[in-house]
């Protein structure tokens, strides 16, 4: 693995990095948040080293890319997760600056011709990466695409929760509702079109979130449609509605979209999730498409997982969706 600092032949101009873009791109930057003060268990923040023990560079390596930069971000002090809540939304200032980290670190990664992967930590992380990722594509005048896997809508706003965690609010700031200070980061809002993005696997949606969906125009699949149309034909149809006019696909996979029973190392459970096999065939699925460009993998839970489990299963999945197939 080599750092980005230690890189000498980087495109000597506009031209010639257009040019390197183009390419298929084999290069990948790692940015460790460890943040667990956007929901209420601790064990959130040890996921990056449980996906370190579970060879994560190497993982990714041995498929072929580099790994041209691993960056941690660190955590602001975190008394405002013991504080008994006041406000709407916790911990709102400190999980601002780390958004602000991570939406730098997944835009410089994006220009410097790299695959940022966002490992968490909680799902607030997305607030910052997806902040990012737009900023990324709005300079080149380009649109991108979201896919987001979660068991929750974490579309919920400070009027609407009934928790104030903010790692139940990252796609509905994404799309300019909630805290002024997150849906303005980077100078702009929304970050992501409702039309271009598309929920998948959802099982434990909040009333007010329903609402939501529907009035930002949301594409939204639930369990049920995942039983009924089967993971193959629904990624179809969440490939086909992000739009054809994209340079992009930002993946944003909450792992407690699995089924708990094969990955019980997340937070928040909820029954009834997806399978090894649908999950993978999503992400292949999304993987051919050549457009997968960013990714996030949160939520996972070392306090909450048996034997590294879920770890080493976020790597299988993180391996996918660079495009790793059985043959």
């Not at 909450?304 to 043959?327: C, F, P, Q, Y």
């Amino acid at each position: 693995m080599k750092n980005l600092a230690n890189q000498s032949n980087k495109p000597a101009n506009e031209a010639e990095m257009e040019a390197a873009a183009a390419k298929k791109i084999r290069e990948v930057t790692l940015i460790y948040v460890p943040i667990f003060i956007g929901g209420r268990h601790r064990g959130a923040g040890m996921g990056p080293a449980a996906l370190r023990v579970a060879e994560l560079p190497e993982q990714i390596e041995k498929l072929g890319f580099t790994v041209i930069n691993e960056i941690e971000i660190s955590q602001p002090p975190a008394a405002c997760w013991y504080e008994e809540v006041t406000k709407k939304s916790r911990c709102l200032p400190e999980i601002a600056q780390v958004s602000e980290d991570v939406a730098r670190a997944v835009k410089d990664a994006m220009a410097a011709g790299s695959i940022p992967i966002t490992i968490g930590g909680d799902h607030s992380l997305a607030i910052g990466s997806i902040s990012g990722v737009s900023s990324y594509y709005r300079e080149r005048k380009e649109r991108f695409g979201l896919l987001w896997f979660d068991a929750h809508g974490d579309i919920n706003t400070p009027d609407t929760s009934y928790s104030a965690n903010l790692h139940g609010m990252p796609l509905a700031i994404s799309l300019g509702k909630g805290e002024e200070s997150l849906t303005q980061l980077c100078g702009f809002s929304p970050k992501v079109e409702g039309k271009r993005s598309v929920l998948i696997g959802l099982r434990d949606v909040d009333p007010p979130e329903k609402d939501l969906i529907r009035e930002l125009g949301i594409h939204a699949f639930t369990m049920r449609d995942i039983d009924h149309l089967g993971m193959g034909r629904l990624s179809e149809l969440a490939l086909e509605l992000v739009g054809k006019d994209i340079s992009g696909i930002h993946l944003s996979f909450d792992i407690d979209v699995m089924d708990p029973e094969i990955a019980p190392g997340v937070t928040t459970v909820a029954p009834g999730g997806m399978s090894y096999r649908e999950a993978h065939l999503a992400l292949t699925m999304l993987a051919e498409t050549g457009l997968v460009r960013s990714i996030d993998f949160v939520e996972l839970n070392p306090a909450r997982d048996i034997r590294n489990r879920t770890a080493e299963l976020a790597v299988d999945l993180i391996k996918t969706s660079l495009g790793h197939k059985i043959m």
